[in-house]
């Protein structure tokens, strides 16, 4: 006998029941029952004190410490303390680069894509599979300090860095973000994302979620240039016969795990810094001889049907304040 539907199962219930109690008896049963229910509710998310405990009550935001002994950058690991053991399980862990001038950048992403309470975070990261922290280290002020603390405070989506917060220090504090997401969470990709971007988290997790067959992957979108005098060829490129190599726009690009990996195992102090962190991980990347896949959804000037990430290259850094 075939399932009923929700409607003709109701339809059924309710002529079975009509002239064979007296409705003051059903609506009594229907109350005591929704009173045990709201009961058994309350006992249930209540712990052995009896303190009411929310799903989301753990604060998210995560501060990771550094060995600082060998130098900016840290020690032979890096992570030193501020993290357990466990790490969380998700398809991709999403640091959004951010700074302490950049207080109205986040309140603009929070106002877009990026949930603004704790509930709508941990929502979005079931949905779509991505962990989303911003990223930012810290400062000799105390007044930033404590300005960063109330936003904590209030938001919880951080992920504090123990390494000084300068723009000549990206590539170190880019270091050290991938050391630190690799040790919270087990991830098929590590995706590192500037503030000011718009960006499409659904369209983000189709893409990560596509099944590659190099674990080494470079996921990226690589420079255009519109200047017929400007040449770029891969993998090398060559502009105005000077060489460089092929790395991505700084906005947003991402690594899969193996290549984490690697970056976690070698020392701090190993790696070859330059002035941007873009070309940082370029020549990092080049040097590691691993597949690099570009896709131009990840770069895009204006919102289309398929953008991933939205950059206003032409006229200013990013998303609009």
């Known amino acids: 006998m075939p399932i009923p539907s929700s409607r003709e199962f109701f339809s059924a219930q309710n002529q079975s029941n009509l002239g064979r109690k007296p409705i003051a008896f059903t609506l009594y049963i229907s109350v005591a029952l929704t009173g045990l229910l709201f009961i058994g509710i309350i006992i249930s998310r209540q712990d052995r004190k009896g303190v009411y405990t929310c799903k989301h009550s753990d604060p998210i935001s995560v501060s990771v410490v550094w060995d600082q002994s060998s130098g900016v950058g840290g020690g032979s690991s890096g992570l030193v303390s501020g993290l357990d053991q466990k790490r969380h399980k998700v398809m991709a862990f999403v640091g959004i680069q951010t700074g302490f001038g950049s207080a109205g950048r986040r309140r603009s992403l929070r106002k877009t894509w990026f949930p603004s309470d704790h509930q709508a975070l941990q929502q979005l990261e079931e949905s779509t599979g991505l962990a989303f922290r911003f990223v930012i280290g810290k400062t000799s002020d105390k007044s930033k300090m404590a300005h960063l603390k109330r936003e904590v405070e209030d938001y919880d989506d951080f992920l504090l860095l123990d390494i000084e917060e300068e723009y000549s220090k990206l590539p170190y504090k880019t270091l050290a973000f991938f050391k630190a997401a690799y040790a919270l969470c087990d991830s098929d990709f590590y995706v590192k994302a500037d503030d000011d971007i718009y960006l499409r988290p659904d369209r983000l997790s189709l893409l990560l979620a596509i099944d ?110």
């Open 212 to 321: 590659r067959h190099d674990t080494q992957t470079y996921l990226k979108k690589g420079p255009v240039f519109t200047d017929p005098k400007l040449k770029w060829h891969e993998p090398l490129g060559y502009m105005l016969g000077n060489e460089y190599f092929l790395h991505a726009y700084g906005p947003i690009y991402a690594l899969s795990a193996d290549i984490v990996a690697s970056l976690v195992a070698l020392r701090n102090n190993s790696f070859r810094m330059f002035s941007n962190e873009d070309v940082t991980i370029g020549a990092w990347m080049l040097a590691m001889n691993v597949n690099h896949e570009n896709n131009r959804q990840l770069c895009q000037p204006e919102c289309t049907a398929t953008s991933i990430a939205v950059w206003d290259i032409p006229k200013c850094s990013g998303l609009s304040i």
